[in-house]
């Protein structure tokens, strides 16, 4: 195995059992609240880079999510958009909408959620072409300040990792 990815996979380790002995957290409760010090209202910006294998393996260098912290119920959603840039061998565009589900896990710094992503890619090369484009994603971010933090997102069709800003 390569020393990155035995470097990713030890961090992943490290990012997903720390919490898990946390001995005064409520448990009773991590389904149904935010993590991070996301509240109702909150409108989350990632900005991030990763490498992408939905229709091929490649480095996409631009990748924008934006979503809005919206409760349904007790259970803490967020909803928005995204638009990935890959401007290799022509241009490529895709966009569309995401909704993930978080829940709340010792430290009170990290966010964790399972997202869901559905759109279209667009490449705009000779011939010009578009095709259906969905994918799934869990993913951590650790807040460093109440505004700033960095994220990191494991799924299909992409790996990620960026800065992550919440207003």
Not at 5 to 14: D, F
Not at 50 to 77: C, T, Y
Not at 100 to 106: D, N, Q, R
Request: charged fraction near 15%.
């Amino acid at each position: 195995m390569r020393k990155s990815a035995k470097g990713l996979i030890a961090a992943l380790v490290l990012l997903f059992a720390a919490p898990l002995s946390a001995g005064d957290f409520d448990w009773s409760q991590f389904w149904c609240n935010y993590g991070g010090g996301i509240e109702k209202g909150d409108l989350i910006v990632n900005i991030d880079t990763g490498l992408g294998f939905g229709g091929g393996f490649g480095w996409n260098p631009i990748m924008v999510d934006v979503a809005i912290a919206l409760p349904i119920w007790k259970l803490p959603f967020t909803f928005g958009g995204y638009a990935t840039i890959n401007p290799f061998g022509g241009f490529g565009l895709t966009v569309g909408g995401e909704a993930a589900y978080h829940v709340m896990l010792p430290p009170e710094h990290l966010d964790v959620y399972a997202i869901f992503r559905i759109g279209a890619l667009l490449w705009f090369g000779d011939p010009f072409w578009g095709r259906p484009d969905w994918g799934t994603a869990l993913g951590a971010t650790w807040y460093f300040t109440d505004l700033i933090g960095v994220n990191l997102e494991i799924g299909y069709p992409a790996l990620k990792a960026g800065l992550s800003l919440k207003f």
